[in-house]
């Protein structure tokens, strides 16, 4: 079975630093890519970033690019979100997701699996 679980949310001041975490089971599982999305209150959810399993290539969507950093352990299947200079417009339920195949990696509907996600709260 597999399973994704995510950790680091929390509340945090503008400008402050977070770390979220997905660790990725299943005794078989090798995704091709594991990414992170988030969803505000009343919004879509939206891609934040990937990274690709075999050469650890990284995207960004625009509004995180240079603030955010995503990094992969494959021998530890774990995936880290490093997020810095938060502003509260990062407010959101970030969830990690993952699949064997994706094709258009911004778009939700190309993942399989998902985590059950993590609030991070930033203020003003």
């Known amino acids: 079975q597999v399973q994704l679980v995510e950790s680091g949310g929390g509340l945090v001041q503008a400008g402050d630093s977070l770390r979220l975490s997905c660790a990725v089971s299943g005794r078989t599982f090798s995704p091709a890519r594991v990414s992170w999305f988030r969803q505000a209150p009343g919004k879509e959810r939206e891609f934040v970033a990937t990274v690709r399993r075999s050469d650890g290539s990284t995207y960004y969507a625009d509004s995180v690019k240079g603030r955010f950093t995503i990094s992969r352990d494959n021998a530890k299947n774990t995936v880290w979100l490093f997020m810095n200079n938060l502003k509260p417009e990062d407010t959101a339920v970030y969830y990690c997701?993952?699949?064997?195949?994706?094709?258009?990696?911004?778009?939700?509907?190309?993942?399989?699996?998902w985590g059950q996600g993590t609030q991070v709260t930033v203020s003003s």
């Open positions: 997701a993952a699949s064997v195949r994706v094709g258009d990696f911004t778009s939700p509907d190309e993942y399989a699996y």
